[in-house]
T-cell receptor, first 115, second 113 residues
C-alpha cells in the first residue's frame, strides 16, 4: 500500500544544531508540503513543492529549507535550531491535477524538541 | 487581518446525538473548503471537500455546509459514536495559491457513551 512516512518520529536537539527531518511518500504525488503544528496556531505551512527541483516558501519559512531532488522525498532542514522551533512537524502530499483542490495525505508527524 | 476561527473549547455530546462544529473565516475568499479529522499523535485525515458554489455536501453520517455570505462552514456528524471523538480541522483553499491549505486551529469533539 502507498504511504507517507516521516523520520525520526521524535527528536531532541540543542540550540544551534542543524537538524534534518525526512519525509518519504510512495504515492508518486507531485505536490509535497511541510507544516508545523503548535497549540493555538493550528497547522502552518513552512515550505511546499509542486515537483522535482521546485520549492516554495510558506507562511513560516524563516529558519527552514527544503530541497526536492526526486518525486518521493522532501527533507526539511533547520539550519540552526532555535527553541521557537520546538513543535510537531507534519509532511503531506497530494496528486497534481488541474483543479487544485485535492485532499492532502499526511504523515504521522515528527515531534521536535530544541533545548 | 485574516482569521479562521473554530471553537477552541471541546464539544461534549452524548452518543446518538448530532454534533455540529463551526468554522468561521474573515478576509478570505476561499474557492474550496475541506474538513479533516485528527486523532492524538497522528496526522490529519481528509473527510470532505465542498466548493464555493455548493451549499451542502454529504458523506455517510457527515454533512458539511458552506455559506460564503456568512463566511461560515458547519460540519455535522449525525448519530455520533464514541469513535467519532477526535479533533476536527477546517481548511480553506483560495483560487490563488494552488493546492495551499490554510487551516483553522481545530475543535475537539468528545462523544460520551
Amino acid at each position: 500500500d502507498a504511504e507517507i512516512t516521516q523520520s525520526p518520529r521524535h527528536k531532541i536537539t540543542e540550540t544551534g544544531r542543524q537538524v534534518t527531518l525526512a519525509c518519504h511518500q510512495t504515492w508518486n504525488h507531485n505536490n509535497m508540503f511541510w507544516y508545523r503544528q503548535d497549540l493555538g496556531h493550528g497547522l502552518r505551512l513552512i515550505h511546499y513543492s509542486y515537483g522535482v527541483q521546485d520549492t516554495n516558501k510558506g507562511e513560516v519559512s524563516d529558519g527552514y529549507s527544503v530541497s526536492r531532488s526526486n518525486t518521493e522525498d522532501l527533507p526539511l532542514t533547520l539550519e540552526s535550531a532555535a527553541s521557537s522551533q520546538t513543535s510537531v512537524y507534519f509532511c503531506a502530499s497530494s496528486p497534481k491535477t488541474s483543479g487544485g483542490y485535492n485532499e492532502q495525505f499526511f504523515g504521522p508527524g515528527t515531534r521536535l524538541t530544541v533545548l | 487581518s485574516q482569521k479562521i476561527e473554530q471553537n477552541s473549547e471541546a464539544l461534549n455530546i452524548q452518543e446518538g446525538k448530532t454534533a455540529t462544529l463551526t468554522c468561521n473565516y474573515t478576509n478570505y475568499s476561499p474557492a474550496y473548503l475541506q474538513w479533516y479529522r485528527q486523532d492524538p499523535g497522528r496526522g490529519p485525515v481528509f473527510l470532505l471537500l465542498i466548493r464555493e458554489n455548493e451549499k451542502e455536501k454529504r458523506k455517510e453520517r457527515l454533512k458539511v455546509t458552506f455559506d460564503t455570505t456568512l463566511k461560515q462552514s458547519l460540519f455535522h456528524i449525525t448519530a455520533s459514536q464514541p469513535a467519532d471523538s477526535a479533533t476536527y480541522l477546517c481548511a480553506l483553499i483560495m483560487n490563488t495559491g494552488f493546492q495551499k491549505l490554510v487551516f483553522g486551529t481545530g475543535t475537539r469533539l468528545l462523544v460520551s457513551p
